[in-house]
Every structure is written in structure tokens, then in C-alpha cells.
């Protein structure tokens, strides 16, 4: 019983830690926004023009570039000609530009996704140009490392040869310094999100020059997180087989103790990017043996956060007159699609490139269970389908054991009276009542931790569902059937405001006022299971228990809707097979107790 109650104390702490989080979502966002629309207003405020300064030198030959200054891409001079671009598409991902001033790509709409359930909504815009409100970019450049030469800075105009860049028409951008050196960067797209860029520099000089060629991807905001544990978004990559996470707030705080670089490393290949729920930007070496100096940067200008990846060298390169040296990296700018990110681990040796996507510390569990369920997808059509035939399979799988489990409950169900017995006996003795219903489980066999099973079972698949629900895009905007628009998101009927019939929305007050049609059938079904359940003897667990799917109900309320589905129809399929087991039950106790002989009648006296 010990176990039992340790248990439930699990179980309530579990539901009051969500229950407190579900309160106190409402005032996290709100305080969020405030943050937003005052950094949008001390950017009204304080911003002026500038010319965008260079990228600055570095301290010492081989040192990565540090996070550029400045904001704006206004012209330098006045009657300047307008910034030139280049298109960039490829046929079902991506539809963009290459910003020609400064070798940006800052302009990328992704293919196929919208950014709501509506097919009308617009695009999902990734990339962005500083004029932008969310700037988001990735750049190529150099820092001269000698301190003397040349360099194209943010400003430049370069020269492109080639046409639209797509899969199969590379383009090259070209810029000469007019003092002997040549930069060149020749850009490639494949079929789905992945641009390859070879700078080069050639040395037309007379002397050697020493220059350090660097990528970097620039957020000029902070963007909005979605604000949940069991999600990491911000700073991600796996250098030298380990992966590093950090959080904007972890990486600001890091940054700020040591002067810019919350964190940097040498390592031999490996990637490193900016991570969202469902998108990515990173950063890799063309050729996995070669040696990168990574770094994750944070710098804030007039109240505004400014986050940077950067990829280069670990030592500045050495340029002979006459010769040539080059630096090739790829940039992954785009959806997070499961089978994507693996074929690019077996395409190009980008060890772990999958871990981009946050899988969990269950990632043994929860990438094959996405597996399983995007098979069935694509064979029924339909997530929502897959989710109930998901279901089933693990219930099959699990058949054998829950079966030992439900078979002790209907034991436990049948020895009720006899326990209620044992503590009305022994009201005045509990130890004395303990030691009888232990006895009593001895006799009869029976295993009173073993109703626990099913639910201790339940736990690791819940959660695991949920992370493939929440992390995968595979699994955004999934629809199922009738208001079910998209399974990763809540439920959106309310019985609060009559499910739509009347002209309000009860969330506004509380995210408790959330109250679905999927999470009231929940609700149900996990009440009529306890009801199949035989009732605890202790009347304080009873109580516990006779709450738990009010508990749940609120609690699950707000999440996906496939979660929900899931577990009202695992309740449907666990109700099914314990009323079987029950029925089994109580027919083997009938044909027990017919199969004894009645006792004989006592033989009437002769007179």
C-alpha cells in the first residue's frame, strides 16, 4: 500500500505542477508582449540613421568575427543606387533573394507551410532583411587578418554572374578590392533547403595576405519562444559528437559575463544554427574533416538583443601571390522534417543532424514512435487515424502484461468486502488490519501495486506522444475529423461559452476557462475505467481517486488535441479489456462454486 500511495503523491504533484503552469501561462505571454511592444518602442525612439559599420577586425590572426554593430541598410552617400538582388527558388521549398550589398541572404518565404491551418494564410516567412522587423540572415565575408588588406564589408556591391539561382544554375558573386585581390563566392541550391557556398580569394598582389573567410547567421530580435520545458529553442548544434543547447536567457547571461561569446569551440566538422519549434538556420562545413572554429554570440544595442552563429577557421589563411585559397560551408535554412534532416546526415556525414530537432531524453522512444506514426499516416491519411491505430498496436503489445494486471484488479474487486471487513474488525488496530490484508493477498494470490502498472506503462508512451505531437512539423496542422483542424494544437470548442454559441471568449480570464469537447470525453472514459477499478480501502486514497478525472480533464484541457484523442481512446480500448476480464472472472467464480458439492444434509434422528 506504501507503493501505492507513493504513487499517487507522484500522480497529484505531477498534476499540480501543470495545473500551476496552465495559470500561469496567460501572465507569462502578456508579460512577453508587454517586452515585445517596449523594445519595439525604444527602437522607434533611439534608432537613427547609420551606415552599417564592417565587420570588425579581429584581436589577433585567426580570431572569429565578432557580432557587427549597427542596424540599418541605408545608403551611404546620398543619390546612391538601390540595393540589387538576386532570385533564388527551387521547385517546392523555397522562393527567395540573395541581397547583392553586403552578400545576404535575407529573404526566404518556405514552400507548402502557412502560418495558419487556412491555405490562404500567407507563407511562412524564415528570412528577413534588416528593414525588416525581425531581421534574420545569413552573410558571407572576411576579416582581414593582416590588418592592412581590403575586405568587402556590409556595404559592398557585388557583382553576380549567373541568373536566378537554382537547383543546377549556380550563381557567382564577384568583388575586387583594386589593390590585387579578387573575392569570389559561388552559391549552389539543391532541391529542398540547403545552400552551398565556396568563398574564395585569389591574390593578384605582389605580397602574401592573410584573411580569415567566416558564415555567420544573424538575429537582430529575440524572437518569441513558445515557452514550454520539454521544448529547446535557441542556440543548438553537435560539435565533436556532443550536442550544445542553450537558451536565449542562458546564452545573454554567459555573454555578458565574458564580453560577447556565450560559447565557442574548435572542432573537426559539426553544425550549429539557430533553433525554432518547428524551423532552422545552421551552419556546417562543406567537408566534415575540416577543422571550424564555432561560436554562439550576444551583443545589445539601445536595449535590443542581437544573437549571432559563426563558423570559420581556426586560424586566418595565408594567401601567396599568385595562388588561391578557399573556404566551403553549407547553410541550412528551413523546416525541420524528420526524413530530411537524416538524409542530409547520410548525404553529407553531418553527424547527428537530426538532434535538431528535440526528441528528449526519450529519443529511443519517441523517434521510432514518430516512425510508426508517420507510416501509418501516410497509409491512412489521416494523423488523427494513425493515432487511434497507434493506439491499438500498443495495446496489442502490451496485452500480455496489462492482462496480469487487470486480472488482479478483478481479483482485488472481488476481495473488497472481505477487506472492509478486515478494517471494520480492526478499526481500533491498523497495524493489526495492515497485517490481515496482507495475509489476506498471500491467500488469494493477489498483487495490491499491480492496478498501478497500466497507468506506471501509460507514463513513458504519454509522454513520448506528446514530444512527437509537439516538436514535429510532420504533425503541425494535421487535421483529423469535423472541428479537429490541427492535432498539434488545443481543441478549440469551449463549454464555457456553449461551444460557440454565445459571442465570448472565456480565455481571455484564465486559461482554465478552457474547456473542449475531446477533454470532456476524456474526462468520461477515465471515469467509468475507475469505476471498473475496485475501490481503495483507504477513504483518503478513494477521495484522491474519485477526483483524478476532474483533475485531468482541467488538466489536458489545453493540450494538443491529439494527446487528448489518444487518451480517450486508450481509455475506451482499457475499459473494453478490463470489463472482459471482469466478465471472464466472475464466470470462473461461478463455475468454482458450482463445481463444489453442496454439503451433505444432516441425517434425520430414528425415533
Given amino acids: 500500500m506504501d507503493q501505492k500511495r507513493l504513487f499517487v503523491a507522484i500522480a497529484a504533484s505531477i498534476a499540480i505542477l501543470l495545473l500551476f503552469d496552465l495559470w500561469n501561462r496567460p501572465a507569462r505571454e502578456a508579460e512577453q508582449a508587454r517586452l515585445e511592444q517596449q523594445r519595439a518602442a525604444q527602437q522607434a525612439t533611439q534608432a537613427a540613421p547609420a551606415a552599417t559599420a564592417p565587420v570588425p577586425a579581429p584581436a589577433a590572426p585567426g580570431a572569429a568575427p565578432a557580432a557587427a554593430p549597427g ?100 550563381i557567382t558573386l564577384r568583388w575586387d578590392n583594386e589593390t590585387g585581390q579578387e573575392f569570389r563566392i559561388r552559391l549552389e541550391v539543391d532541391q529542398d533547403y540547403m545552400v552551398t557556398a565556396t568563398q574564395s580569394v585569389v591574390n593578384r598582389g605582389a605580397e602574401p595576405v592573410q584573411l580569415l573567410p567566416w558564415t555567420r547567421v544573424r538575429r537582430e530580435r529575440t524572437p518569441q519562444t513558445a515557452g514550454f520545458f520539454i521544448l529547446h529553442e535557441g542556440f543548438t548544434g553537435v560539435l565533436d559528437g556532443r550536442l550544445h543547447e542553450w537558451t536565449y536567457k542562458d546564452a545573454r547571461e554567459e555573454a555578458q559575463r565574458r564580453n560577447g561569446a556565450a560559447f565557442e569551440q574548435e572542432s573537426t566538422g559539426g553544425w550549429a544554427g539557430f533553433s525554432d519549434k518547428y524551423w532552422l538556420t545552421a551552419l556546417t562545413p562543406a567537408d566534415q574533416s575540416t577543422p571550424i572554429r564555432t561560436a554562439y554570440r550576444h551583443v545589445s544595442e539601445l536595449g535590443q538583443d542581437r544573437w549571432q552563429v559563426d563558423m570559420a577557421p581556426p586560424a586566418a589563411l595565408t594567401v601567396a601571390p599568385g595562388a588561391e585559397a578557399s573556404f566551403a560551408t553549407r547553410a541550412f535554412s528551413g523546416a525541420k522534417e524528420v526524413s530530411l534532416l537524416d538524409a542530409y546526415e547520410e548525404r553529407y556525414g553531418i553527424v547527428d543532424f537530426w538532434k535538431a530537432i528535440d526528441f528528449g531524453w526519450f529519443w529511443f522512444l519517441t523517434k521510432p514512435f514518430f516512425h510508426v506514426l508517420h507510416f501509418l499516416g501516410v497509409l491512412f491519411g489521416n494523423f488523427g487515424v494513425a493515432i487511434l491505430a497507434f493506439t491499438f498496436l500498443l495495446k496489442l503489445l502490451f496485452f500480455p502484461l496489462q492482462n496480469k494486471a487487470y486480472k488482479s484488479m478483478a481479483r482485488m474487486k472481488v476481495l473488497a468486502p472481505k477487506m472492509t471487513e478486515i478494517r471494520e474488525r480492526y478499526k481500533d488496530d491498523p497495524a493489526k488490519a495492515q497485517a490481515e490484508m496482507m495475509a489476506l493477498y498471500r491467500s488469494e494470490k493477489v498483487n495490491p501495486a499491480s492496478g498501478c502498472l497500466p497507468i506506471l506503462i501509460q507514463i513513458p508512451v504519454f509522454f513520448s506522444l506528446y514530444k512527437v505531437l509537439f516538436v514535429t512539423i510532420e504533425m503541425r496542422h494535421a487535421p483529423f475529423f469535423g472541428w479537429i483542424r490541427d492535432l ?104 468454482a462454486g458450482a463445481a463444489i458439492p453442496p454439503p451433505p444434509k444432516p441425517a434425520k434422528a430414528k425415533k
Avoid at 491551418?117 to 587578418?145: C, E, I, K, M
Wanted: proline content about 9%; charged content about 15%; glycine content about 6%.
Fill in 71 to 170: 542596424t540599418a541598410t541605408a545608403v551611404a552617400s546620398q543619390g546612391r543606387a538601390p540595393e540589387q538582388r538576386v532570385a533564388l527558388e527551387n521547385a517546392t521549398r523555397m522562393l527567395g533573394t540573395v541581397n547583392l550589398r553586403g552578400a545576404r541572404f535575407d529573404d526566404l518565404v518556405l514552400k507548402g507551410y502557412h502560418e495558419t491551418v487556412d491555405r490562404n494564410s500567407p507563407l511562412v516567412r524564415l528570412l528577413a532583411p534588416r528593414g525588416d522587423a525581425h531581421p534574420y540572415f545569413t552573410q558571407w565575408g572576411w576579416t582581414a587578418a593582416d590588418g592592412r588588406t581590403a575586405v568587402p564589408d556590409q556595404e559592398t556591391d557585388w557583382r553576380v554572374e549567373g541568373g536566378t539561382l537554382s537547383p543546377g544554375n549556380p
Fill in 488 to 591: 498539434s494544437a488545443p481543441d478549440p470548442t469551449n463549454l464555457f461559452n456553449l461551444f460557440g454559441l454565445l459571442p465570448f471568449d472565456p480565455m481571455q480570464w484564465s486559461a482554465l476557462f478552457h474547456m473542449p469537447v475531446w477533454a470532456i470525453l476524456m474526462g468520461i472514459t477515465m471515469f467509468l475505467q475507475f469505476k471498473l477499478n475496485p475501490t481503495p480501502p483507504d477513504p483518503i486514497q478513494a477521495k484522491i481517486f474519485a477526483w483524478m478525472p476532474l483533475i485531468f480533464t482541467f488538466m489536458l484541457a489545453s493540450f494538443p488535441a491529439g494527446l487528448v484523442i489518444y487518451w480517450t481512446w486508450n481509455n475506451l480500448l482499457s475499459i473494453a479489456q478490463q470489463w472482459y476480464i471482469l466478465r471472464l472472472d466472475q464466470q470462473r467464480q461461478v463455475k
